[in-house]
Nanobody
Framework: QVQLVESGGGSVQAGGSLRLSCTASTMYRRCMGWFRQSPGKERERVAA???????IYADSVKGRFTISKDNAKNILYLQMNNLKPEDTAMYYC?????????????????????WGQGTQVTVSS
């Protein structure tokens, strides 16, 4: 079982920055991802990182968001810069079962077995 706790959300104006953190009970050999959901919309992918630190990003956040992790501390980060009102959503951290690098479709939500409770990000114009 993996416990995930997100933090760092808040309210910012457009153009501002936030850094989300996800503290995990373990990230050992697990792919990690950030997903988000706005009211009335389906949960969507944001960014993910493989066990070998390969990263992928949704087109909507490329160049603005950076996913990273500290394996020693079991913390996943999402640095969000140049935020836009359309980034407003509940942001969720997720983890897969233990998997070898390259074996997981990182943006396939069904690959993630563990989810946090989410942290709200609100961007005003």
């Amino acid at each position: 079982q993996v416990q995930l706790v997100e933090s760092g959300g808040g309210s910012v104006q457009a153009g501002g920055s936030l850094r989300l953190s996800c503290t995990a009970s373990t990230m050992y050999r697990r792919c990690m991802g950030w997903f988000r959901q706005s009211p009335g919309k389906e949960r969507e992918r944001v960014a993910a990182i493989d066990t070998d630190s390969t990263t992928i990003y949704a087109d909507s956040v490329k160049g603005r968001f950076t996913i990273s992790k500290d394996n020693a501390k079991n913390i996943l980060y999402l640095q969000m810069n140049n935020l836009k009102p359309e980034d407003t959503a509940m942001y969720y951290c997720a983890a897969t079962l233990q998997r070898p690098a390259g074996s997981v479709a990182l943006f396939h939500q069904g690959q993630y077995n563990y989810w946090g409770q989410g942290t709200q990000v609100t961007v005003s114009s």
